[in-house]
Each structure stands twice: as structure tokens, then as C-alpha cells.
């Protein structure tokens, strides 16, 4: 079982930013795509931005431009830096893993974007 810990949410103002990891309990080479989602209050979870095992990127149209995944595959970690936050960004974000056909999450952290 894969276990990813995120961390790095918090309160932050509107235009703000913030940067989230996610550490895996494995080595990241071998995974065939991990990604980003959030969940906000009385809503559905949504992706937010996926990256595959070769670095090719992909995000919601919804944060291109203000967001960008990355990895250190020296640290196990994948990151998502959040750029010129809205109110609109406030949610619960879950790091995922897909390695063959098994899907892990971790547990989530809160990102909270207010004045």
C-alpha cells in the first residue's frame, strides 16, 4: 500500500500564494501518473492538475497559468505551487498516485483563501 502525506494548506489571502507537497512512501520513478484534486464544501472532488511519469503536465482550465506540479524524485515528493489565489481556490486538496492499476490518496490538506 502506497502511503502520500500532504502538507502545506493554510489561510492565505486573496492574490496570495502557497505551496503544497505531497511525499510518497515509494519511489516516484515508477509511477504511471500522479495528480492533484480538490474537494471544496458541497461540492464534488475535481482534478486539478496531473502530471504523467514521462513530466508531461496537464491542469483544470480552472488554474492554468496560476498553478504548476512538479517533482523531486530525489525526495519521493511531488509539489503544487498555487499562484494569485482566489476565493474560488478554497478547498480540501488531495495528492493521488496511480502506479499500474492501483490508485492511492493521501489524506488532505486544507487550503482556505480569504480576506
Known amino acids: 500500500q502506497v502511503q502520500l502525506v500532504e502538507s502545506g494548506g493554510g489561510l492565505v489571502q486573496p492574490g496570495g500564494s502557497l505551496r503544497l507537497s505531497c511525499v510518497v512512501s515509494?519511489?516516484?520513478?515508477?509511477?504511471?501518473?500522479m495528480g492533484w484534486y480538490r474537494q471544496a464544501p458541497g461540492k464534488q472532488r475535481e482534478w486539478v492538475a496531473i502530471?504523467?511519469?514521462?513530466?508531461?503536465?496537464n491542469y483544470a482550465d480552472s488554474v492554468k497559468g496560476r498553478f504548476t506540479i512538479s517533482r523531486d524524485n530525489a525526495k519521493n515528493t511531488m509539489y503544487l505551487q498555487m499562484n494569485n489565489l482566489k476565493p474560488e481556490d478554497t478547498a480540501v486538496y488531495y495528492c493521488?498516485?496511480?502506479?499500474?492499476?492501483?490508485?492511492?490518496w493521501g489524506q488532505g490538506t486544507q487550503v482556505t483563501v480569504s480576506s
Open positions: 515509494r519511489s516516484i520513478f515508477s509511477f504511471n501518473r
Open positions: 502530471m504523467t511519469s514521462g513530466g508531461a503536465t
Open positions: 493521488n498516485a496511480l502506479y499500474g492499476s492501483s490508485v492511492s
